[in-house]
């Protein structure tokens, strides 16, 4: 069964770090297009960053200078390395990737949330 599985989530202070993870579950899939969205229990899932497999990357204006989304070489990996944490980017995070295996398009794929808190 095709999945992502995330990781890295947690309890940070104010000014803090935190790496998330997100991998296919089989290493025959490669990441041709990688994402991470955040959601705040109210609010409309919203756009992180994304990531081509030419490594061509996207932020939202919040994140800009404090977040970094990138792939492993073997492309089957997304992570999102975060950095400057401020309480307003408390949410749980979904990474969401189009996967291939090889040539082939496999499909659009959603993880299952991670939280991150940010305290104050």
């Known amino acids: 069964q095709v999945q992502l599985v995330e990781s890295g989530g947690g309890l940070v202070q104010a000014g803090g770090s935190l790496r998330l993870s997100c991998a296919a579950s089989l290493s025959i899939f490669s990441i041709h297009y990688g994402a991470w969205y955040r959601q705040v229990p109210g609010n409309q899932r919203e756009l992180v960053a994304s990531?081509?497999?030419?490594?061509?990357?996207n932020y939202a204006d919040s994140v800009k200078a404090r977040f970094t989304i990138s792939t492993d070489n073997a492309l089957n990996t997304v992570y999102l390395q975060m950095s400057s944490l401020k309480p307003e980017d408390t949410a749980v995070y979904y990474c969401n990737a189009a996967l291939s295996s090889g040539s082939t398009y496999v499909g659009n794929y959603w993880g299952q949330g991670t939280q991150v808190t940010v305290s104050s």
């Open positions: 990531i081509t497999s030419g490594g061509t990357t």
